[in-house]
């Protein structure tokens, strides 16, 4: 018990397709091979689209000490 076998993958998927349809199960997945891209490439510290220093980080709640 508790191990998902092929007969209940099989089950599910035909489900997923039989809810959201040939056509828009395209995009689902796309938008969640974006979603789990986006959140590797976050683990490891890409910040390559960030262009400006001052929005990388903690979304801002980093305080910083004034320079001298």
């Known amino acids: 018990m508790g191990s998902i076998g092929i007969t209940e993958l099989v089950i ?3 489900i997923v397709l ?4 040939p056509g828009r199960l ?3 997945g ?4 974006k979603g789990i891209r986006n959140f590797r490439s976050s ?3 890409d910040d390559s689209s960030d262009d400006n220093d001052e929005n990388k980080g903690s979304g801002g709640t ?3 000490a004034p320079k001298n």
């Not at 039989?18 to 349809?21: A, C, E, I, P, R």
């Open 18 to 21: 039989l809810v959201f349809g």
């Open 43 to 45: 683990l490891e510290g």
């Open 30 to 33: 796309s938008a969640l091979g």
């Open 26 to 28: 395209g995009s689902i």
């Open 12 to 14: 599910v998927l035909v």
């Open 62 to 64: 980093e305080f910083r």
